[in-house]
């Protein structure tokens, strides 16, 4: 195939940035186009049909299922309370009699006479949306929600847990290939995003917790770390509804990497700025990587944020995503056309990787590297 | 469509989730024969959507490999042929978009539940949830689980026909209460099927009938003893081609342009082993690894069947397949020392970044023992499936008492089992025949005589829905060019003390060459024979090891060769690896190095 390497992540200065800020169900839209908006304000919002319970009250009255219609006090659609008496069925020429409650607050949806079951439905729950980014409302959707365009500063990670939040940059490591430590963070850095260099410790994670910080980003992540937050290990890779009071991004991957300079120095240069972050990860179809938004104010945006295209060339900065070399950075060297054995035994095309500390260019499977793309 | 007789040339897609293949099969002479492979890929998802711009891609890279123009200037599948021109038939499966996804519910999990997941998954579809009465879970929580689902379509099952209980009712109003909405396209119902108790027909249709868009076909457990999945597989099919393909990006083109109904993968991978174990009246095994999910298919007599293992796989599922089978099952397959918290995040690296692929022999060494375990988990999940009607009545004898799992017989019975057919990535591109063979040995543990072949390069899914308009092609295009065979496992099943006599051979090889030996318990002998070669072969095993007619009884049988050969396999079934660390790195080196598994530069002795 044309395109055999993983396309790598965005990391950029400065793009046209849009987010699609819809309800998962049709609602209300209760922000204009061309609206100025905070990434906390509400945009959207609705009611998602409330729980549903069932009442077996053939059961509970024990009457016949086909009498139950004939018990109610309540018909389809009224509305009733917690507790309240819903059926009442007599017996022993009025000497006895037997009931049925309401289990939750709500409405009668049906009843049935075959089964004898009363299904209940609660109270709608409302659910609303933000607008995450700072920015300016570009199109309603119609029912549903809006386009929030924006433009600044694009950094994806490669997985993330937690999902969006907000919070001013605080660099707290001197370099990409420094560790983020638990002595590393201090009570000033409450309600910050904080950025560490080659690995975030477990330890540290869990200070940043303590301490009310919402986000960490870093260039690695330990596994046996992520397995202790989370008390199980991660099977696939779908997150963003952790709730552990931090949202974590992982720049370059699992163990200690450092960060890419390049991803480092921008989000030096923005210290202090806001930044949205979210770490929503799906590695299967309809790909989503976590990120870093830092919305820049009147500066003009340079392209809009669309996967890159871009094909591999001598001279593309690379970065190697597997063993022997994982996590080194490179310029391509060469693209040999034909496929060449590797030491594993197999054969695959492969890319030459002049790899800064090395003095030859080594080979790599160009399955096994990824472009880093975007301007400085 | 061309005439059976007239078709020359037949061009087939199969829409995978990430890629889409086409292949080119030719008559050469009297047969049929794959000719050229094309590959591209799929464009289900944004910014493409449509499914037919990577078929059209796929199908250009074939046309160039081939030198066959088979596209018109307007983008058009030329048909029929004309010299070098054109194909006489297309046909096309798919899995993109994620495959069919389904719901089942049936009354009791282990009974019309399971008959309907059974329908369902012979369907080729993935079972998202299986909803019954007795799953322990509160109505509430069904609700709430069907409502997040978004299948594609339900079956629903329940109840033996006649029975007078309203238990099937109860089912369907919990499925109207969560009012479950299709995970394709908006503005149409889901379809749901319903499949029980033919008495509570007009019942199920005043519950569901105004909010969805309900068929009704057969019983599929009409009573206990019987199982009649045909209506509602068929059914599935139907509406999978009326309603899900034509919400796909795309398909209602696709489906326009093709000769036969376009099949789900696999469905169209069970049909095409199916024919081919009936046609040599074999029992057969098929595995399918793919980077989320696992297909295992067996075919036992008349019993055909299908499981998924949805998060078992060699990429998006890596990590799971480690969370399941735990640490200590991956590492004893491991002849080399690697550090847990590096293995951990090699596993997790993988996950994240699930293109890449083994550079060095250690990193291959380790997926592959990941590879193990997902296929070891995945054929006991399928073992289990595989069962006899549960809820009917049976005599047993004793000896049938050891083939059972917690109590119920599989009717996946290793000893019977004639072939094994290997397919994905981790198996097909192995660098070396051996390690497939190795993998499919260490995980399936075949019992007895038992031939051991792959997919060449993951060509079942297009033969089975060719299968379905031209058998003869399919078969003779499995047989030839689909298939490589890798050779014959011999193992018997028993156990001993280490180093105790196991079995006694002798091997007349082509040519009059004869071997005699005596392996030990824990012993593997490997010897070459070559792909269409066959050999003679006197067994004798020890007094607790049986190939197949019993504890110690001998045998005589012809045996095939392949691309590997013959492989004795005297560790045992059950097999069990050494508990102490450094006698099992030891024991596997030694087999290693006699099956020739790696290189022994790369795994020193």
């Not at chain 1, 046209?16 to 945009?43: M, Y």
């Not at chain 1, 053939?58 to 009733?80: F, I, T």
Request: charged letters at 25%; a negative charge.
């Amino acid at each position: 195939m044309a395109h055999a390497y993983t396309p790598g992540l965005k990391v950029t200065e400065n793009e046209l940035l849009r987010r699609r800020r819809v309800l998962p169900i049709p609602g209300e839209v209760v922000v204009e186009e061309g609206a100025k908006v905070q990434p906390h304000q509400v945009v959207a919002r609705t009611f998602l049909p409330g729980k549903v319970e069932i009442v077996n009250v053939a059961n509970k009255m024990g009457v016949d299922q086909s009498d139950v219609p004939g018990a109610m006090l309540k018909k389809e659609g009224d509305r009733v309370a917690q507790g309240e008496v819903i059926a009442e069925a007599k017996s022993l020429f009025g000497l006895l009699s037997s009931r049925a409650t309401a289990t939750l607050a709500g409405t009668i949806e049906s009843v049935s006479g075959v089964t004898g079951q009363v299904v209940l439905r609660g109270p709608p729950q409302p659910i609303e949306v933000d607008a995450y980014i700072e920015g300016q409302v570009l199109e309603v959707v119609p029912d549903q929600g809006v386009v929030v365009e924006s433009s600044g500063t694009l950094i994806q990670g490669i997985f993330g847990i937690g999902g969006e939040t907000t919070g001013e940059i605080a660099v707290v490591s001197s370099s990409p290939r420094e560790v983020l430590n638990d002595d590393s963070l201090s009570a000033d850095l409450r309600g910050r995003v904080v950025v560490g260099g080659s690995l975030v410790t477990g330890a540290a994670l869990e200070k940043a917790i303590e301490l009310g910080i919402r986000g960490v980003v870093a260039g690695g992540f330990d596994d046996q770390d992520l397995r202790r937050f989370l008390g199980h290990d991660l099977g696939v890779a779908i997150t963003g509804h952790e709730n552990l009071g931090v949202t974590l991004i992982v720049t370059e991957g699992f163990g200690r990497i450092d960060m890419a300079p390049r991803t480092f120095r921008l989000l030096k240069r923005h210290q202090g700025q806001r930044a949205s972050i979210n770490g929503a990860t799906q590695i299967r179809a309809g790909v989503i990587r976590p990120e870093v938004i830092i919305p820049l104010q009147g500066t003009a945006p340079q392209s809009l944020d669309r996967p890159g295209e871009h094909g591999m060339d001598v001279g593309s900065t690379v970065r190697i995503i597997r063993n022997p070399w994982f996590g080194k950075l490179g310029r391509v060297a060469s693209l040999p056309s034909e496929p060449a054995r590797l030491d594993s035994g197999s054969r695959a095309r492969v890319v030459s990787v002049w790899v800064e500390g090395l003095e030859e260019p080594v080979s790599v499977p160009r399955a096994n590297v990824e472009i880093i793309e975007g301007r400085d | 469509m061309t005439p059976l007789e007239d078709i020359r040339v037949i061009l087939a897609t199969d829409c995978g989730s990430t890629t889409t293949k086409a292949i080119l099969i030719q008559k050469m002479g009297d047969e049929y024969r794959q000719t050229h492979r094309g590959e591209a890929p799929t464009t289900v998802e944004a910014p493409f959507e449509d499914v037919t711009l990577g078929v059209l891609n796929a199908v250009t890279e074939l046309a160039e490999l081939s030198g066959r123009k088979l596209l018109d200037d307007a983008g058009r599948i030329i048909r029929p042929a004309r010299g070098e021109e054109g194909c006489d038939l297309y046909i096309s499966t798919s899995s993109a978009g994620g495959g069919l996804q389904m719901m089942v519910a049936g009354v009791v999990r282990s009974m019309t539940a399971e008959s309907a997941e059974r329908a369902a998954l012979g369907a080729g579809s993935i079972v998202m949830d299986v909803i019954a009465l007795n799953d322990r879970r509160l109505t509430h929580q069904r609700i709430e689980r069907i409502r997040q689902l978004r299948p594609d379509m339900i079956l629903i099952a329940g109840e033996v026909d006649g029975a007078r209980t309203d238990k099937v009712v109860k089912i369907t109003e919990t499925i109207a209460a969560a009012d479950p909405k299709p995970r394709l396209g908006a503005d149409y119902r889901l379809p749901v099927i319903y499949a029980g108790n033919r008495s509570r027909r007009d019942e199920v249709t005043r519950v569901l009938g105004g909010k969805t868009s309900l068929s009704i076909v057969d019983n599929l457990r009409p009573t206990l003893e019987e199982e009649v999945l045909l209506p509602a597989r068929e059914r599935i099919h139907d509406l999978f081609l009326e309603h899900v393909m034509q919400q796909a990006p795309g398909y209602a083109r696709l489906m326009e342009w093709v000769d036969a109904d376009i099949m789900p993968t696999p469905a169209a991978v069970g049909a095409i082993l199916k024919r081919v174990a009936d046609e040599a009246r074999i029992n057969a095994v098929g595995v399918d690894i793919g980077g989320a999910t696992t297909d295992i298919f067996s075919v036992f007599g008349e019993d055909f069947n299908r499981t998924v293992s949805a998060n078992l796989g060699m990429s998006y599922s890596i990590s799971n397949v480690l969370a399941e089978a735990g640490l200590a099952n991956v590492m004893r397959w491991m002849p080399i020392a690697i550090e847990e918290r590096d293995l951990r995040n090699r596993i997790k690296n993988k996950m994240i970044r699930p293109t890449t692929i083994p550079q060095t022999a250690e990193e291959l060494v380790f997926e592959q023992a990941v590879a193990r375990e997902a296929l070891r988990l995945a054929f006991i999940q399928h073992r289990s499936f595989a069962t006899r009607l549960k809820g009917v009545q049976q005599q047993r004898t004793i000896a049938d008492s050891f083939e059972q799992d917690a109590g119920i017989e599989s009717l996946v019975k290793m000893m019977d089992l004639d072939l094994l057919v290997a397919s994905g990535g981790v198996l097909s591109h192995a660098p070396r025949p051996e390690q497939t063979a190795m993998m499919l040995i260490d995980s399936f543990r075949p019992e007895g005589i038992t031939r051991l072949a792959k997919d060449s390069i993951f060509m079942m899914p297009h033969l089975g829905v060719l299968s379905q308009v031209h058998a003869r092609a399919a078969t003779e295009v499995f047989e030839k060019d689909c298939l490589i065979v890798l050779g014959t496992c011999i193992a018997p099943r028993g156990t001993a003390r280490p180093g105790r006599p196991a079995l006694a051979y002798r091997l007349e090889l082509p040519g009059g060459e004869e071997r005699r030996e005596t392996l030990r318990f824990g012993q593997m002998r490997r010897h070459p024979l070559q792909r269409g070669a066959e050999a003679r072969v006197y067994l004798d095993p020890a007094r607790d090891f049986d190939l197949g007619p019993g504890k110690g009884v001998p045998l005589e049988v012809t045996v095939q060769g392949g691309t590997v050969g013959l492989i004795f396999d005297c560790r045992g079934r059950p097999l069990s690896l050494p508990s102490e660390p450094a006698e099992r790195v030891g024991a596997l080196k030694t087999w290693i190095e006699e099956v020739g598994v790696y290189s022994p530069e790369a795994i020193p002795h």
